[in-house]
């Protein structure tokens, strides 16, 4: 099998810029993508992974985006069009986090857990599912989090966004299968990136010290479950969310 399975071909990587989602740009560009990187704000960031692209071999383009909005979605996929040509390999991973108690959890926060997490990955979906049925294929990997199969007292927002990213993909995974449009979910555990810097680090040692596997993620470990389903070796799934996240979800 040829070490660049997706030369040429045209990827998305939601909130691209750092952490899980810069993994997947660098992981997309060995494989011979070009890769757009979205990102909401940080250009900074985003430049900085658009030079890993490069040493990785692929060819970055960089959008400010933000996914939860109906226009900006609807420019960053016209963008895209006209710079690579129509999305092919589609990775929903924008995403935020904000640590709080039920008590904090006002409905400001919620509104902007849920449009970020869940409508965010809704309306890119949408603005590209049309163009990848006309084309008889597309390739689309949501990042969950096991946050949406156990409880998260101290997020309850951000387990509810997860809940939904996970039903999202089994019911557009059924309804887009036909088409060879292939939809499937990530949920890791705890990863080693910015969003969890608002967390009690007593907390985070609780959680590793619970985990099989006693340590954090790292976002390279992820990407590596996503390339397997933007993948053909995954050619039979769809619909499934795989867990990636040292064991730390089968245990109470
Ligand atoms: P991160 O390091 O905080 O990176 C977040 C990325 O999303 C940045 O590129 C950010 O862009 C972008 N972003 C945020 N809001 C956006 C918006 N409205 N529109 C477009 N882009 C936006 O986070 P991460 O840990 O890599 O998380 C990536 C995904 O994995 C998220 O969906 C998260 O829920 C999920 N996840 C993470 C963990 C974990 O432990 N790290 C665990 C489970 C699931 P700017 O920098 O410009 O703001």
Redesign the pocket.
Known sequence: MSDKPFSGATALV?????????ACCIRLARAGANVVI??????E??EQCAQLVKEAGGKPHLI?????DEQSVADMIAETEATFGPVELLVN?????EYVTHAETTPDHWRRTLD??LT?LYLVTWAVKESMIRRNYGRIVN?????GLRPRPHAIA?AVS?AGVISFTQSTGEALAKHNVRMNAV??????????ADVDPIRLDEIVAATPLPR??T?AE?AEAVYYLLSDASSFMIGQTIVADGGRVMLP
């Not at 991973?93 to 986090?97: C, D, K, Q, S, T």
């Not at 949920?187 to 969890?196: C, Q």
């Open positions: 939601t909130g691209g810029s750092r952490g899980i989602g810069r979205n990102y909401r704000s940080r250009a960031d985003a400010a985006a933000d996914v939860s991973n924008a995403g935020i986090f970020v997490n965010g990042i969950a989090s096991i946050a951000y997860k949920a890791p555990g705890l990863i080693e990136t910015e969003i969890l954090m993620g976002p992820i």
